[in-house]
């Protein structure tokens, strides 16, 4: 496994404007970006019935994993399992591959087929729910403008307009969501081995540190 650095920060809608016009001439958009340069992120996050990923998350636990599946602009032709993994500061991710129909064998709570699907991934996810009881928790949507710079592998990601809603209408693009409170939005960097100071001056925040701030977190306060 391959880990990354990541930083994130809440901005202001000030921030966001002046970091887009700074990375737009330094970096590259994302190919996978609409014309206006953004895209959708619907995720499905799983967790157990100790809340045991929120509560890492909230308590800044040094090591932890969580799951999810995603899926982009109400596409269900492209589905993807996560795993995303932080330890000692960097992280990284796992992915697998979904069809609709795993989607909804899943979510129906029809597992079994998983720990024979020779799919590393997949496996891992039963074992979870098997042993720990993990379950589809709530959905986490937003939306996301992306920036890429190749030295350093940088990803350099603003997101808005997060909504959370019940993971029963997570496979149905119009499903009902709502706003998180506080409608913020999120500045993140991703890097391999080193950041350009290019980079680091495109983003940089005088007035604002580095953040803890969690999606899944925000999303989780409604239940």
Known sequence: MEYRHEVKHLITRADAQAI????TAVASPDPHAGPDGSYTIRSL?????????????LDGVNQRRKFRIRYYN???????????????????KLQERLTQEELKRIMDGDIAWMAT?????????????????????CVVEYMRIPYVYGPG???VTIDWNIRTGPAAQFADPDGLTYPV??????????WDEYLPNIIRRATALRSRGQGAFSK??????YG
Do not use: H, Q
Not at 74 to 92: A, F, H, P
């Open 20 to 23: 887009r016009n700074n990375m």
């Open 45 to 57: 996050y799983f967790d157990d019935y100790r809340n045991t990923a929120l509560w890492e998350k």
């Open 74 to 92: 109400g596409d269900l032709s492209y589905i993807m399992l996560e795993c995303k993994i932080k330890r000692d500061g960097v992280g990284c």
């Open 117 to 137: 699907s020779g799919r590393p991934l997949l496996v891992d996810l039963y074992v979870e729910m098997k042993t720990r009881g993990l379950r589809p928790r």
């Open 153 to 155: 592998n940088v990803r």
């Open 181 to 190: 409170e506080g409608n913020p939005m999120l500045l993140e960097v991703k």
């Open 216 to 221: 899944y977190a925000a999303c989780r306060v």
